[in-house]
């Protein structure tokens, strides 16, 4: 009997964990910060805390605007999942196969023996075609 084969490629596995751990990061820093708020003594302590992360992640958000912009949209590229690796599409004037599709940009073959690096915040703002139906391999 064959051994079970992994949907899940390896570089996603690791863009996974990693969103994991950022997300698990945040949530424990927030809560650890609400906790230490209900002490009176530590109130003062938690509210700078708040205060502050709020403010770094409001520099880091307008700092990063692009990037985060375009991870946001591989997030939403990998949910709603209009294109999948392996799929024939056109988008501008590019016209190709997906060969990888990570957090950030999404990369295309046009089969001339190049890659096409485009940023996922314009597959999301753009017209993508999806010249494949359930053929992934023609």
Do not use: C, W
Request: glycine share 8%.
């Amino acid at each position: 009997m064959p051994p079970a084969v992994s949907q899940v490629s390896r570089s996603t596995r690791t863009r996974l964990r990693l969103l994991r751990r950022l997300l698990f990061l945040v949530v424990f820093l927030v809560l650890a910060a609400l906790a230490l708020s209900q002490f009176t003594e530590l109130k003062r302590l938690a509210a700078g805390i708040l205060a502050s992360t709020a403010v770094i992640g409001l520099i880091v958000g307008f700092a990063a605007q692009h990037t985060i912009g375009n991870m946001v949209a591989g997030v939403q590229l990998a949910v709603a999942q209009p294109i999948k690796i392996g799929d024939r599409i056109s988008f501008q004037e590019v016209d190709g196969r997906v060969t990888d599709i990570s957090l950030s940009y999404t990369y295309v073959d046009p089969g001339d023996g190049s890659t096409v690096v485009i940023p996922n915040q314009m597959l999301v703002d753009g017209i993508v075609h999806n010249l494949s139906t359930d053929d992934t391999q023609g």
